[in-house]
């Protein structure tokens, strides 16, 4: 292929390490951005470890609290960030193509663009720990306690990492917007979608419309490190409640970008493994768009103790309870799903059982404190790190775990072993109860959180010692998970096209699937497709064996443009010459990028 | 079958968390033991909520299971072809609406009345959150002038009285927190947040009610802690009088010598390394000249709280030696930031153990 | 044929090119973007505390024999206060804004003024009049600089005035939204600026032309809407 001057000659697949750097394969993105995740999410559980063991018994002395400030910060950005955002985000890559009949998301570059600038941002964020600090004033980084006087170099870290983090989450989720909008199959209208790909639209909009305003917070909190602004110092005038409510404006949208896919996976398998189609589709799908519009309008009920007034905490108390509405319609109509099945237990459908019990506990909980008055007391302490752990661990973590079983045929062509993956689900399940479970007591008892160490005699003793020994048994279960995918490694391909008889377009092709998706685009004639072939004894289209599928080819200016992004990142940290030197990296990058013939 | 028999022998087991849970509003820091009229109407909701959650969480758990076990698959079990069920969505529609309405009715009735103003009759206190410790100023004679009594970490109050609090924060935002007596308002620098509540009649005891700061602030957050004593109305007026005297002269002569070195206003590093200020640079105590420094807590009569460090150590000699030793061993984090000069130093780097001593007999003796 | 179908930018549900659909959500986004730009100088705007007396000594002068003050506020402002000098003696001053309406109405002229050649770049770039869309992509990317140029030439009379981002929050929140809607001015004029260059490569800007002026006018037209809004909320609107 002739060159453009000055750009390279496109990648060959040759070698194995650049046919990964270079690719623009979705499922290999995908799984790039599960790989990574996944050992981010190993990373974020060590520092949850080191945490319970500080914990474990009063006056503990097993870290000091500057690093257990970091620890505890480290902990929640790592998982939010870095591990259940990107788990979604793997989902999204590898299925969300399959899923809607498409041979590609609609930008592959972007896509791959997407991936490195998150691996970029996840380095800067974790590196913090070996230059000079990690991040110590907890991930809401509430300013003045934020700000140049209080907090050290670590936070320029939070401000730089989150920056190119939230960059790396536009682009992606622009992408798949565009895709799920443009790029479905003949046939596959939107009322027909599968219930993960309309919550993965939601999420992409979420992302689009809440990532800017937290892109204003932390450029407004740079500045104010850097440049001697004062928009949230009261020193100089500004107000520290202002990034109370940017943060949080971005914040509570989050808490559904990072629970709405784990939501969506569970309705997949509950209607693959009940042998019937989801109960209540519509009203399913409805339920995600209002809980996907609340999010908007509840995020002071994170500020409930600031010194609102009496009308806004009325207001947004309210708005927080009405959520409950959607979420129990969802609840209630995965336990029909449920209801006249005929139901295969499997490691997924066990892990998306135990979703609705657990995910329900966190549900709970939440509108428990949606009352001012009630949060008065449980805001800031164990009850509230019970609620969002069961949020989170319960239901993100259990949902993507769900996930990982019921795909992982369809992605490796291999089964998960089912032996393993029962222990894997009762050591997590019982791990996360024993847990979080007893932090609602802590809570009740009065201790606070973020808080490095407590006296005896508060009566806190026993249950931070169990909810120790649990997090242990949580950490073993997840250590059976990574067993289970080695010793998977070493298996026979084993699973056919539609192992579990799934009704959606993924299972139409083989598995794993051919780079080009589908050897020819499917034909969607109703809700739960594959089941509607079945039934009426129609088959989808047979590809020409002899055609030639063109793909986009591999590139070497995503991995050079994240290149030059993480430099742009890393100049305010370090020498702003490395700056300098990444601006003329990316303008190569994005002038190669442009002039690549993707024919 | 198999699911009664584990579910019988689950039943022990979940009795004995709920009565570990009920054990909770024995705990000195609990929010279920309401020593307040404040306390009592947030308790009233909790409850509320509290129990709807478990009847709703009961029922879903036992849909769960229930459906998951019956419907399990069984040889020549065929799945219904179900897609929906219009009546049946409705109706669990409407059953999350009521639940709603049943928890936000009350809800708005306990917010309009905690932002109701506080009574006329109220005690009136400052309560200011600092890294990492609480002072607290009265407003004795209604005033407006919160310069009657200052005292720091040790909170007097009567029982039966209103008291209403004005917390603010100096540096970072903290939060004020008695679970017992009230539920937690944060102190936000730049702004002034209000908290009024009336401690029961019979809530007066000589035991303390616990408080802690609750709102992540900084390296010794965890031992920023705060101590309420609700007086009888006698006992309070008693309170007042002793801390509105001076402090108290020194008794003999080791506190004479305690009392030299307290008022030295500014010590030499040994090899002539620059100074650092001495006691009175950031402590008061009034009567004794020069020592009117407002920076830490006022020490007027540190002798007769019952705890120093902000709640973390009982006040004692060992602990005053230990403390003005070196204050970072005890709370780390106490002398993190030279910047500011606000935390305060080890002074075993220029006074001999001693004089150390000899300091710590002089505030004991600040009764 | 089954193989283009494929091709990146071609396939399309709603009829919407991928492209340009991205472009139209990530709007979106950039709405939000300003959005909290802009909150963030109203919450300020009603809030900005009197310069302290060091201010106004280092930033007063004589006009009409009145001693007036600049570089504090956005527009005039009426203040009671008497300020006291160090030697004890009275003054009163007069506030005067900072913002020159006048001025700013011009540079926002010449944004809207290159809406208009933007449309008619697109316009000559859809029927094929290749000359027409260089002139006029060139007389956009000209109305774009001189834009900047007002915008620099009023930064630096703030600054001259006292005004900086350290000074006040109205200092901090206006130099920096202003200054973000600069730097999306600036990466219009690179996009413009590279689709002309492109344009004078032998094979122009290929059967998409059109395509491609449109999605660029689409990002212009809507960074000059954010600025009819950002100057009807600082300049017009009084405080």
Not at chain 1, 377 to 402: E, P, R
Not at chain 2, 91 to 97: A, E, G, K, Y
């Amino acid at each position: 292929m002739a060159t453009v001057a000055g750009t390279m000659a496109a990648p060959t697949a040759e070698g194995v390490v650049w046919s990964w750097l270079t690719t623009v394969d979705h499922k290999r993105i995908g799984v790039l951005y599960g790989v990574s995740a996944f050992i981010f999410f190993l990373i974020g559980g060590v520092e949850a470890l080191l945490i319970r063991a500080q914990l474990a018994v009063p006056n503990g002395g097993v870290i000091d609290p500057e690093l257990y400030n970091q620890l505890f910060t480290m902990h929640a950005l790592t998982m939010i960030f870095l591990a259940v955002m990107p788990l979604g985000a793997a989902f999204f890559n590898f299925m969300i193509p399959l899923m809607i009949g498409a041979r590609d998301v609609a930008f592959p570059r972007l896509n791959a663009l997407s991936y490195w600038i998150f691996l970029a941002g996840g380095l800067v964020l974790t590196s913090s720990f070996f230059l000079g600090g990690a991040p110590d004033t907890g991930w809401f980084a509430y300013a003045p306690i934020s700000g140049g006087t209080y907090s050290g170099s670590g936070m320029d870290y939070y401000v730089i990492g989150l920056l190119i983090l939230g960059l790396s989450s536009l682009a992606a989720a622009l992408n798949f917007a565009v895709t799920i909008i443009n790029m479905r199959a003949p046939g596959l209208t939107m009322m027909r979608m599968p219930i993960f790909v309309w919550m993965t639209l939601i999420v992409a909009f979420l992302l689009i419309l809440a990532l800017p305003v937290l892109t204003v917070a932390l450029v407004q909190l740079l500045f104010d490190r850097q440049f001697t602004t004062s928009f949230f110092l009261p020193s100089g005038g500004g107000d520290p409640i202002l990034w109370q409510h940017l943060f949080w404006i971005f914040g509570h949208p989050e808490v559904y970008i990072l629970i709405l896919p784990a939501m969506g996976i569970v309705s997949e398998v509950l209607p693959t493994f009940s042998r019937k189609p989801l109960f209540g589709y519509a009203a399913m799908v409805f339920a995600g768009v209002a809980i996907g519009f609340l999010g908007w309008a509840v995020w002071s009920h994170h500020m409930f103790t600031t010194g609102l007034g009496a009308v806004p905490r009325v207001v947004f108390a309210t708005s927080t309870m009405i959520i409950g509405v959607p979420t129990g319609i969802k609840i209630f109509n995965w336990l029909s799903t449920m209801w006249g099945g005929s139901i295969r237990f499997t490691t997924a459908m066990y892990f998306s059982v135990s979703f609705i019990a657990l995910f329900t506990i966190g549900g709970i909980s939440g509108v428990m404190h949606a009352s001012p008055p009630v949060d008065q007391q449980q805001q800031d302490t164990y009850f509230i790190v019970a609620h969002l752990h069961y949020v989170l661990v319960g239901g993100a973590i259990v949902g993507i775990f769900s996930g990982l079983y019921y795909w992982w045929p369809k992605m490796t062509g291999r089964f998960l072993s089912e032996t393993l993956g029962k222990w894997n689900f009762w050591l997590m399940f019982i791990g996360l109860n024993m847990t979080f479970f007893p932090m609602h007591f802590l809570g009740v008892a009065g201790m606070p959180r973020r808080i490095y160490t407590y006296d005896e005699g508060l009566g806190w003793e026993f249950w931070n010692m169990f909810a120790s020994v649990g997090a242990l048994i949580l950490a073993v279960g997840v250590l059976v998970f990574v067993i289970n995918v080695a010793r998977t490694m070493r298996q026979p391909k084993t699973a056919g096209d539609n192992p579990w008889d799934g009704s959606t377009l993924e299972w139409a092709t083989s598995s794993p699937p051919p780079e080009h998706d589908f050897d020819a685009i499917p034909e969607v004639r109703a809700r739960d497709p594959l089941w509607y072939d079945r039934d009426h004894g129609l088959s989808q289209p047979e590809g020409d064996p002899d055609e030639h599928i063109h793909m986009p080819p591999p590139s070497y200016y995503p991995l050079i443009l994240a290149l030059g992004v993480l430099m742009l990142g890393v100049g305010p940290l370090s020498h702003l010459a490395v700056t300098a030197l990444g601006v003329p990296v990316i303008i190569y990058a994005i002038w190669g990028w442009v002039l690549e013939p993707t024919e | 079958m198999r699911s009664s028999r584990s579910l019988r022998r689950l039943a022990p087991i979940a009795l004995l968390a709920i009565a570990l849970a009920l054990a909770a509003c024995s705990d000195p820091q609990t929010t279920v033991d309401p020593k307040s009229d404040f306390a009592d109407d947030i308790q009233f909701v909790y409850l509320l909520t509290f129990w709807l959650g478990m009847a709703v969480f009961i029922g879903i758990l036992a849909l769960t299971i229930g459906l998951a076990f019956w419907y399990r698959e069984r040889p020549g079990r065929v799945a219904k072809q179900i897609h929906g069920n219009t009546r049946l969505e409705i109706v669990w529609t409407l059953i999350p609406v009521v639940l709603v309405v049943v928890m936000a009715v009350p809800t708005w009735q306990v917010i309009a009345d905690s932002s109701k103003p506080a009574p006329d009759d109220a005690l009136r206190v400052n309560a200011i959150g600092r890294q990492w410790w609480f002072e607290f100023q009265y407003d004795l004679d209604n005033d407006g002038e919160y310069d009657d009594l200052i005292t720091a970490n040790e909170l007097h109050i009567p029982a039966g009285r209103p008291v209403t609090f004005s917390l603010l924060a100096d540096d970072v935002i903290h939060s004020f927190w008695v679970p017992q007596l009230a539920g937690k308002v944060d102190m936000v620098p730049g702004h002034v947040n209000d908290l009024w509540f009336t401690p029961h009649e019979d809530a007066a005891r000589a035991e303390a009610y616990l408080g802690q700061c609750a709102e992540f602030c900084g390296t010794a957050h965890a031992n920023m802690r705060f101590r309420v004593f609700v007086d009888t109305p006698e006992g309070f007026d008693a309170w007042v009088a002793n801390e509105q005297a001076d402090g108290a002269e020194p008794a003999d002569e080791l506190a004479q010598l305690g009392q030299e070195l307290f008022l030295t206003p500014v010590w030499t590093l040994p090899g002539g390394g620059g100074g650092i200020l001495g006691c009175t640079g950031c402590h008061t105590v009034a009567g004794a000249p020069g020592a009117v420094g407002k920076i830490g807590p006022n020490l007027t009569h540190v002798g007769s709280r019952s705890t120093i460090a902000a709640g973390i150590l009982d006040t004692n000699f060992e602990n005053l030696v230990a403390w003005i030793s070196n204050p970072d061993r005890e709370k780390p984090g106490a002398d993190y930031n030279d910047d500011t000069a606000r935390f305060m130093p080890a002074f075993e780097t220029v006074l001999t153990r001693e004089q150390i001593e000899a300091i710590a007999v002089y505030l004991l003796g600040l009764q | 044929m089954a193989t283009a179908e494929h091709h990146v930018g071609h396939h399309s549900v709603t009829g919407i090119d991928n492209r340009k659909l991205l472009m139209w959500i990530f709007l979106g986004s950039e709405c939000l973007f300003f959005g909290a730009l802009i909150s963030t100088y109203l919450i300020f705007k009603a809030d900005i505390p009197a310069p302290p007396i060091s201010f106004i000594e280092a930033h007063t002068h004589v006009e009409n024999g009145h001693e007036v003050v600049t570089g504090w506020f956005p527009v005039d402002r009426v203040i009671d206060d008497v300020y006291i000098n160090e030697d004890g003696t009275f003054r009163e001053v007069e506030f005067a804004g900072v913002l020159d309406i006048p001025i700013t109405s011009q540079s926002t002229f010449v944004l809207l003024m290159s809406s208009v050649t933007m449309v008619l770049a697109v316009y000559g770039a859809q029927h094929g009049r290749l000359l027409s869309m260089k002139v006029w992509l060139l007389a956009t990317i000209l109305l774009g600089l001189i834009f900047l140029g007002y915008q620099v030439y009023e930064f630096r009379l703030f600054g001259s005035e006292g005004l900086t981002l350290e000074t006040n929050q109205f200092g901090a929140s206006f130099f920096v939204l202003t200054g973000f809607h600069g730097t999306h001015v600036f990466v219009g004029v690179l996009i413009l600026a590279s689709l002309l260059l492109a344009s004078f490569r032998r094979s122009g800007l290929g059967p998409e032309a059109g395509f491609h002026v449109e999605t660029a006018g689409l990002y212009w037209h809507f960074v000059d809407i954010v600025w009819i809004v950002i100057f009807t909320i600082i300049y017009l609107i009084p405080a």
